[in-house]
């Protein structure tokens, strides 16, 4: 159980790319770093627009010194101080991503990003390779693979209390698209436009947690083969998608769909994973976050909740509650947030066999999200076609 | 709301085929059959053991002279009868159907059949012409429109309440097959049978209870291509299918996309609908058959209950319970029996203008079924190929 | 399970009193009664307006010369006859309970009552005491009480699988009478009218189908003391209440609180019980009837289903729909009306023994419920204080 | 919306007392007052065993010299110091609250202390007085009331969107205790043992948090008598209570009920509110605290989201993740700490006017939660006797 004592050497100086007052993700990273003492935000280029940018800064409690008017100054500004940040986020739209990222490694600062990570795998190899040579950690914030309840799953799966698995099915859905962008924030309108988007809307916004979460349950499936098929409803999004259905055969038979949209009118329940092995099921959704439903078939269903003793270790050693009180989507983004200090730290101290073992979601799991993506945009401009997972 | 009152000229003579003591099927056609009085189980041919299907027959109130040992004889035993059977249920594993019907609208019989209703389309139009020729019903069983909250849906669809229809998302999974068929009861070992069951196992014996559904629901939109992935998990039942995805293309632009299972481990969740429009969605299950969610977007979701005056006529014209109180399974194949009961009344009173606005599943539905898996195991068998609907 | 096979020597011939077109309860008793040939509905006087109640009766299946105009000329038009009904069910305002019953009784008719049975104990006893001399069976349609789940709780309280039982938790409440009665009802009117409900409105109306239902469930334990506190939030309906707690101390030193409204505004949850032992609890409510909630200490919560093969024999025995399918209040009923039906039979059979270990809801269950009222008006009328339970 | 700008004068200094590595509460007070800057922790007393204590602190980033051993030596230490902490939380067992706020009021800090605050009202009426001659705030921790939800149920019934109020149904029960005692924890056993936990157990320990929350969604609504009936079902904790339930009146006539427990075996549902008035009913669960379930009678139910713009501003203003995403209990916790922290700040500024309509759980709520107690006790005491509020 996580009780707020420090398990890296000192807390680790920290600074954020974009974030500011009118984005929707800001206070997600700063809620998950700054709960703990484990981070301190001391420096930011949070703004395009300088001086709110400034502004905001120094209500957060940075020094106005050090709230910069572009990622470009913060580099410059940070480089020289004997207290620079060791670490910086970017959380600005996707197409800023590589630049930033690239510069901030170049600096010698490590990064954690947004996802969808970049637009191709090319970029993500560059930068893996850059961040390898610099000695330096690329976190990516999959947000929702902290809760105590996904770490559950994949004990479970992993212990063989679901058998071989067969099916894997998940679904991320919304309604907040369902009407037409005429009204759309600064915020909704980049992600349609494949010049700042990628080239995917959903898929990458909300597809990539589910594919991220199932490669946490099921480390040791891949994907031989999918079928994406993808649509804008709103047309004015084409050729962006609000709407795709992905089929998956995986390596072992298993088979596998994934629904992601945000025309789903008035859908509420936000994410749902189900894994159907030969012996059992498990089913949970971030909107319930501290239930786990465990299916065993020809026995009663078993709702298993978050904290309690009969969870597997693997889970209740990041749990922060504690059996009868909800942990919230703040909570999962902390722990994401403390494996990356974990594994900023040991790379700090240079302890390679740590970062052998360490769970943490780095450049891989950013890489593999948009090799998920690259897949799917193939099959989708293929005519909705098979293709080999590539 | 139905109180038990006749709407009919008199009670039907009913008889039965199949349905006998150790099968799962047989009580849900007489308890949805004789709760009110329409129907009056006078003869039968219930089970292939001629002495126990007498000795059943003969408990549930029939004259043992009308317990015959085979459909045959029930046909040659019924027809010089002054007061022979109206109309007979066919109850048996689908290979038997085709002749099963044919034989009894041959003897002049109305006919009430279970889904899947033949093996293919030709048999269905074979059929279709002899009981347009003879002047008979072919009713069939999809036992779960009846529900009120099925019309309540339909209703709201039609009115537009949720806009232009978007998604339609369909399951039907459980895990009662979960393991493989060593110990399989027989009325579980013709299902995988191709020679018995015809050329689908879940798709027929589930899928289309969901097909069938989304046509009461959305019976303006016809579906143009579709896409059939099936698979055998237990390698026994191949070539028939435990687990199939289908992802299918409206003509109005809509996607669907239906899952069928039975190898869905501890999955108790039954049915699970969902029509998502431009404006609103709604949810039902057949697992808890008195709610509705009613989902706007930017509204909060609503819970429709059935029987509560804020539902449409269509929907509490049907109701039979009234608002606080479950209807079951039972009680929508109580429906469904009425208004097939309905059809062979008008029928037999040459009451062809009710017949052209009545709403009942008959051969047309059944049809349509057949239909659909035909197109399904096309796909399916050019490699979960896309296929245009024909 | 159940598959209507006739338990009993032949079919009960069946009459109703009151039950009619306008009635909300009348159809659940046909329901109830019909779906399994178990009654033949042949007599009735089924509506105060004698011309609507015969139309009625008729399109119900009755002969027009047994759809008498009143209890009284059914008595005497059913007396004389060689087919003359063999039980008689009471569906009729409170006030008439017992004279009905009593008539019934000594024309020598087996009677059905609804409930709140009658208006007093002592009325109960005088019933009690000249059905027991006239060899009569008097059943009370406990309607609720033949799910299976409700005898899976019995069944696991009886094998001890909950411990001790320390705390009983009953809520029936609903919200159709938050208003004022300005515009209400025939069938809600004389509901809140001394003369014609009795002694309590919401207690009798739907307070003792809780009570009944924990008889059911703890026929070992037995009240010591109670605490009732009413109030009528709509004053017209005083003395009478639309809202009431009780709290119950059992002789085991279990502790019981039970809450019965008509003003919970919009609560469409309907009834809540829920039975917690040293050990483990049941919860269950009639609006998920399928499903049974089963709470070990210290063990993730069980979701039950009705019909699956880990429940007890004593709950399968009585499924009728089978493990994935809902059973409705219909289905329930239909069971209460079974019950009664096979103690009729064996009435009539002189077989005492069946009847000495037969369960079913009785005149003692009927009379138990009118003690629990009278014990909760003394204390109500008390200044809701303490009474000993007599 | 919350995003972690500051919207005090500068970062409390803040210290603990208790809170410890083996304590259940501490964490909660840590996440609480730690996410968003508002707080910088510098120094506690954190252990009874003081090396524990030290090695604790350090780990949590105080410096060892303010790791102290006890509170008094917290109080020396920090009484000198130019950075001497601004306030300090007391995170202790009951019986030591009175002691230890008292001594750090006496020394000019702020104190937030848990509850139940004290075991008298005449220990809080001497503690607040202290508090307003030194001009120091003390805050309570009611965890739970910092949820937007909880605030979206006061706004409207201050709107009138539920009409007058007619009943109020609190419950807070698990089963955390259905065993003995013979294992118990040390952070467990003090709970039942009178000196140390003080006049009562579950309902000192979680019905106070049923009765502020009540208080805060009824601030118009005063208790005018009630009745409580407590029981210890494992007899070694008697006299301190197991288990009660409290029936209260209300001066418009309303009527409440509230069930406290830990012996409610496997129940993982925590608490439920529900509020229902003339027109509507709301009910709220902290175990799914996202959703606000708005009950019009004769209307379909709405689920309401936590975040969504169709609330009103109230709930909207205090809310951190954002509409699809679960804040849990550590964010109700952290809006709590800011609101006592904004009290602070304006005692400190002198801005008597900012506390005046300031909303926070301050002396008067504690006090008001002990004068309940002692309300409970006497009824209890008086054989569960009715009893007037004072």
Redesign the interface.
Known sequence: ??????SISR?LRWGMVGGG?TG?V???H??GA????TYQ?VAGAFDLDAERGRD?GV???VSADRCYATYQDLVVGETGREDRVDVVSVATPNFTHYAITKALLEAGFHVICEKPLFFTTSECDEIAELAARKGLIVGVTYGFTGHPIVHQMAAMVKKGM??EI??V?LQYT???N??DDTNASEAQKWRTDPSKSGPTFVLGDIGTHLYYLSEVVLPHMKVERL?C?R?A?IPTRAPLED?A?V?MHYDN?A?G?L?V?S??????G?QRYRF??????VEWS?????QLI????????????HG???LEEESLAID????????????SWSNIYLWIAEAIDAKMRGDEDFLNTHHYPGIEAGTEGVRWLENCVRSADG??A?VDFK
């Open positions: 159980m996580i009780n707020g004592e420090r807390p007052r929707q800001g206070y997600k700063r809620t700054l709960r703990d003492g935000l905001f209500n957060l409690g679901l058998g067969r099916i099915d919304h309604g907040f369902a009407g079928l098929d649509k409803f709407h259905t089929l038979g088979r769909r629904w949209s025309v789903d009118a008035g859908n509420m936000s159907v092995g030969s012996k059992a099921s971030d909107s319930r976050p501290d465990y299916e065993v078939q020809g026995e009663p269903n078993r709702i298993m909740h309690m003793p009969y922060r509650m504690g059996g009868l009180h909800t942990e919230g989507l703040g909570d005519g909705a098979w």
